[in-house]
């Protein structure tokens, strides 16, 4: 086998690349800026720092919409330009492994596949992974065997529940719902219930620093900067965390109430196994502080984190591709059908 194994997390808001080789993880912004219709002005970080400061020349997009490819040509561009960059001249021939979300058409699963067998770098091998089963393998969990597990990936556009066993799904739900829809709470909120104009950068940023899923005993403060909406005029104020658990409780709740309707759905047997377990909880929008008490609070599960959720996926493509026992995990649309 190739020593040049790529594993590849196509997320709405960060493309998180595992390197084999290097045993690294390349995780940049999956931001793209376009100039003149169709020319590259900067993609990933740089691109991101131009989100919501751009001038009308610059085109400054994510790719990746709900979790599916919705820019297809500026993805495939992101793609090679980040590769590039981090391991320049060890992409030709290498493997590549992606995880897709479940819930997904053919078409939409295609569009995948095609992003890499399709490209400049002529890979020796792509294959795809559903999402769920490459968190479990980056869990250290023992997806092979006839145990059932909980695992809820909150992402930036979708958070997806499924409870898998024996290397497969056995129920998954994909929810258009993830830590953006909490930001534009947030954004709301602030300008319901305080005439404060905000950003997305800056919502996420309150909810980053002062985001936390159950109300806080000590009371914790940011100051950010909007506009008035009255003055309509740019304005400095102190936002408390009280507020901001006020702003996303109920999008929490809506991702909880999806777990019980879950939980209501599968089998008695997995479900005992699951309570033994728990739920674990993967993806960047479950850093959000003290979220797994609050699904214990309403599932009577406990909930088990882990210290980089976002990356979980990639790392268990990683493995996926490295270990025999659970290489069949993994499959190929290199097919007739396909070509």
Not at 39 to 56: C, R, T, V
Not at 78 to 89: A, F, P, R, S, T
Not at 115 to 128: E, G, H
Not at 317 to 327: E, F, G, P, Y
Request: charged share 25%; glycine share 6%.
């Amino acid at each position: 086998m190739s020593t040049n194994v790529y594993g590849i997390d196509l997320g709405t808001c960060n493309l998180k690349i595992f390197c084999k080789a290097t045993g690294k993880v390349i995780n940049e912004k999956n931001t793209i800026a376009i100039v003149n219709k169709n020319q590259l002005y900067a993609f990933g970080d740089a691109a991101y720092a131009m989100y919501e400061k751009a001038p009308d020349t610059i085109k400054v997009s994510f790719p990746i919409v709900n979790g599916v490819i919705a820019d297809y040509n500026n993805m495939q561009t992101m793609i090679g330009e980040v590769l590039d960059k981090h391991v320049k001249n060890h992409t030709k021939g290498a493997e590549y492994i992606i995880a897709v979300p479940t819930a997904i058409t053919k078409v939409e699963e295609k569009a995948f596949f095609d992003m890499f067998y399709k490209s400049r770098f002529k890979p020796k091998n792509v294959q795809l992974c559903k999402r769920p089963i490459a968190d479990a393998v980056g869990l250290d969990l023992d997806v092979l065997s006839p145990t059932g597990y909980m695992i809820v990936n909150i992402g930036a556009d979708t958070t997806e529940i499924s409870v898998i066993s024996l290397g497969g799904l056995v129920l998954s739900e994909l929810l258009h719902f993830g830590g953006k829809r909490i930001d534009e709470s947030i954004i709301s909120y602030l300008k319901r219930n305080f005439s404060l104009a905000i950003g997305q950068k800056t919502a996420m940023y309150l909810k980053e620093t002062l985001g936390c899923a159950l109300p806080e005993e000590e009371e914790r403060t940011a100051k950010i900067v909007g506009r008035d909406l009255v003055s309509g005029l740019p304005i400095e104020m102190e936002i408390s965390s009280k507020v901001i658990y006020e702003a996303i409780k109920d999008n929490l709740n809506s991702i909880c109430n999806s777990i019980k309707i879950i939980l209501e759905k599968t089998p008695p047997e997995l479900a005992k196994d699951i309570i033994h377990s728990g739920i674990y909880i993967t993806g960047g929008s479950s850093k959000i502080s003290k979220l797994d008490e609050l699904f214990t609070q309403i599932t009577n599960i406990k909930v088990n984190s882990c210290e980089y959720p976002e990356e979980s996926a990639v790392r268990g493509l990683n493995k996926i591709v490295s270990d025999d026992k659970i290489k069949k995990l993994a499959y190929s649309m290199e097919t007739r059908n396909f070509r």
